[in-house]
């Protein structure tokens, strides 16, 4: 019995040595509660809550102070302090709004609104704050852009990183209103198919930049024409909304034009408001235009073959022509002289 005890025991001990080398020990991390994920939403709001706006948006006289109110609603499962931030506002390149960042300094509508530096809102609790906008006595008229936002920083191994959510507060100072939309940049290339009985295509390009006071958008237009303008092509492509000062780049595409030498590109941008265009505004349209020199290489390249194919094939008749006039005048000849041949030898 001793014996076969002493000869199983060393097998059981390398069993669990095995066993504990292929089971992984789990840090002391992963055996902590995960931290509970944080997910909030800031929107305009009266003095009961939310009032259903998507953004605020006022016409205030220089000097005028008003009071709006916005909600911060936690849908987490524990309280969280907010840090509330206003800030100028901008349109990214892709066209969406946008604050400008905390280490950056606000110039204009950002500087307007005062709200309380922090607010604590406990789980799943919405807490309405006021917040003041005071315009200034020397506002210039217009749109001023600025966004308002409830913002919480979580510190990193190496950095910290701010996550925030807003909405954007639109401000426009009475006065008078201009809505003007410059076209500049303009460039058109023409893209050529090699099949000689398929059209091309232009490519536009051009800036489109806000010289008003107010957000606009634009109606634009672009016309291709030869110098006739019977082969005349058009596509309309609207500008997407840009802010009092900033610029956005416009590209489009018109397809079925055929390379007829020279041809014109114009470029005509009319302006809008959302809302519409107030009463004794300012509206400037823009318009541009140019020239595009364009060959029409595969057609020519087809008709050159088309030209070398009909002189190659009228020199081949004419040769064939000619052989076959040489072969009748020496059958003419040798008929001739097998004629006089048979007489000679009759007349002997």
């Not at 979580?154 to 950095?159: E, K, N």
């Not at 930049?209 to 107010?214: A, H, L, Q, R």
Request: proline share 5%; hydrophobic share 45%; charged share 20%.
């Amino acid at each position: 019995m001793i014996r076969t005890l002493s000869q199983t025991l060393p097998r059981l001990l390398a069993v669990l040595t095995a066993a504990l080398l292929t089971v992984p020990l789990a840090p002391v991390d992963a055996l902590a509660e995960p931290a509970p994920t944080l997910t909030w939403s800031v929107q305009p709001a009266n003095q009961q809550g939310p009032d259903g706006r998507r953004r605020v948006e006022l016409t205030l006289d220089p000097g005028q102070t008003v009071t709006e109110h916005l909600a911060v609603r936690n849908f987490s499962d524990a309280a969280a302090d907010f840090a509330l931030k206003a800030a100028d506002g901008y349109l990214t390149d892709k066209g969406r709004f946008n604050m400008l960042q905390s280490d950056q300094a606000s110039k204009d509508g950002g500087t307007w609104i005062k709200v309380q530096n922090k607010v604590t809102v406990g789980a799943n609790e919405t807490k309405v704050v006021p917040f003041t906008i005071t315009v200034p006595r020397d506002a210039a008229p217009g749109d001023h852009p600025a966004g308002i936002a409830a913002t919480v920083t979580s510190a990193g191994d190496t950095v910290s990183v701010e996550s925030r959510v807003g909405f954007r507060v639109m401000m426009r100072a009475t006065g008078t209103i201009t809505a003007a939309v410059a076209v500049s940049g303009l460039s058109a290339t023409y893209e050529q198919s090699w099949n000689p009985f398929s059209s091309g295509v232009i490519r536009v390009k051009y800036t489109a930049t806000n010289k008003g006071n107010v957000a606009v958008s634009g109606a634009g237009e672009v016309t291709v024409s030869d110098l006739s303008g019977l082969a005349e092509r058009d596509a309309k492509i609207d500008v997407e909304e840009i802010f009092p000062g900033d610029s956005r780049t416009v590209e489009t595409r018109i397809a079925g034009v055929w390379a007829l030498g020279p041809l014109s590109t114009s470029v005509t941008v009319s302006p809008s408001v959302q809302g519409g265009i107030p009463a004794g505004a300012v509206v400037k349209d823009a318009a541009t235009d140019m020239t595009v020199w364009t060959v029409p290489w595969p057609q020519l390249a087809l008709a050159a073959l088309l030209v070398i194919l009909f002189f190659s094939y009228r020199a081949i008749t004419r040769r064939r022509r000619r052989h076959l006039a040489d072969l009748l005048a020496r059958a003419r000849d040798e008929g001739r002289a097998e004629a006089q041949k048979s007489s000679r030898n009759a007349q002997v």
